[in-house]
C-alpha cells in the first residue's frame, strides 16, 4: 500500500487504511529524522484506544502504552550499536509479551527478525509532502 499526504491531518487517512490491515505484533517503521514516524505512532496509539502521551523513546529506547487490546511497545534503535545490544534490552521479551510492538530505525535489527512475521512501514519525506509505504 502507498500513499501521499501533505498534511498532519492526513494521518488519520493512512490509520483508517492501515489499522485494518496488522495483523501481525511486530511493526518495522522506517524513515530519516523528521519524517513522522513518532506523529505516525501517535496517530496509531490514539486510534488504538490508547490515553498515553506519546513521543519519541529516542533516550529511553523503550515506551510502553496501554491500550485495551495490551502493552504497545515502542522502540527507538537509532542509538543502538549492534544486535546484542539490542538482544541485551530483552527485545524479545517485549515481542513476546506484547499486542504491538513499533520498532523505529530497525536496520540494526532487522536479519535477527526478519523470520518472523511482520509489517514494514516507511516514509520518505519529499519537503512538501511524504511517501507512506507499507507492506
Not at 499526504?5 to 523528521?34: F, Y
Not at 542509538?79 to 515481542?95: C, F, H, N, T
Request: net charge negative; glycine share 6%.
Amino acid at each position: 500500500m502507498e500513499f501521499k499526504i501533505d498534511k498532519i491531518e492526513d494521518w488519520q487517512k493512512i490509520i483508517d487504511q492501515i489499522l485494518p490491515e496488522l495483523q501481525h505484533n511486530i511493526l518495522l517503521l522506517k524513515g530519516n529524522l523528521g519524517a513522522g514516524k513518532t506523529t505516525f505512532t501517535q496517530f496509531l496509539l490514539k486510534n488504538l484506544g490508547s490515553q498515553d502521551e506519546v513521543s519519541s523513546p529516542t533516550y529511553a529506547i523503550v515506551n510502553e502504552y496501554d491500550t485495551p487490546q495490551g502493552n504497545v511497545f515502542h522502540f527507538d534503535l537509532y542509538r543502538m550499536k549492534s544486535a546484542d545490544e539490542v538482544e541485551d534490552i530483552g527485545i524479545y521479551e517485549y515481542l513476546d509479551n506484547s499486542f504491538l510492538c513499533i520498532i523505529e530505525w530497525p536496520e540494526i535489527f532487522e536479519e535477527e527478525i526478519s523470520d518472523l512475521l511482520h509489517h514494514e512501514m516507511s516514509i520518505e519525506n519529499k519537503g512538501e509532502y511524504r511517501v507512506i509505504n507499507f507492506r
